[in-house]
């Protein structure tokens, strides 16, 4: 039974680009939060998707995308990259909006220079 | 809004025992989680305390008072394995899914 995958694993963007990343969900989960984490602190949350709406949003800018398809897999987007955006970009999987547990994949780590 | 506060780190030796506290300030409250980061690595979970008590598993014991804003790890029987950043985690009464991270707690397990 596969965990959360995230893709690509390692990624560097120029300042003022854009970038999508993508998240494939535990099997049996239906709903994705993304999460933003800056080294040596803990993740912040972006927003959360269920049943294809962004339910939830955390104070991240407009730049900050997201869409979630049929399969429950999903995607962030960011456009207009700063080099603030530098960080490890985690996607977490549960059933349900108020799931107990919440499975993190292996993270995103994007560079902006 | 929502406080989450951890020692940043903490040291101890191989099998002894280390107890992480959280303290927490929420406009509401729908559960407390612990996760586990080793670096460069995802967070995998730990432990989930909605009641006042402890919760055990394995060599793991997390606790929780609600009237408080209180919650700890405790590790026991220490292994080197367990060096790595422990991330305490409030859901909100008001936000099923969003968890309200803590900075973690770095702890360190010396031979």
């Known amino acids: 039974d596969a965990g959360v995958t995230q893709s690509p694993t390692h990624l560097i963007k120029t300042r003022g680009q854009q970038v999508t990343l993508r998240c494939s969900p535990k099997?049996?989960?239906?709903?994705v939060s993304w999460y933003q984490q800056a080294l040596g602190q803990g993740p912040q949350f972006i927003f959360q998707?269920?049943?294809?709406?962004?339910?939830q949003r955390g104070n991240f800018p407009d730049r900050f995308s997201g869409h979630q398809f049929p399969n429950y897999s999903s995607e962030l987007n960011v456009n207009a990259l700063l080099l603030g955006d530098s960080a490890l970009y985690l996607c977490?999987?549960?059933f349900g909006q108020g799931g107990a547990e919440a499975f993190f994949g292996q993270g995103t780590r994007l560079t902006v220079v | 809004g929502q406080n989450i506060d951890q020692p940043t780190e903490m040291t101890a030796t191989e099998g002894a025992i280390v107890q992480i506290n959280c303290t927490y300030q929420?406009?509401?409250?729908?559960?407390l989680f612990w996760y586990q980061q080793h670096a460069g690595e995802a967070p995998t979970f730990l432990s989930y305390?909605?009641?006042?008590g402890l919760e055990e598993k394995g060599r793991f014991s997390s606790f929780l008072s609600r009237s408080k804003g209180y919650s700890y790890l405790l590790l026991k029987e220490l292994q080197m394995k367990d060096s790595a950043s422990y991330l305490c985690?409030?859901?909100?009464?008001?936000?099923?899914?969003?968890?309200?991270f803590g900075a973690g707690t770095q702890v360190v397990v010396t031979p």
């Open positions: 977490a999987s549960s």
């Open positions: 099997s049996g989960h239906d709903t």
């Open positions: 998707y269920y049943e294809e709406e962004e339910r």
């Open positions: 929420t406009s509401g409250f729908n559960g």
């Open positions: 305390n909605v009641l006042d």
């Open positions: 985690a409030v859901r909100g009464a008001d936000s099923w899914g969003k968890l309200q």
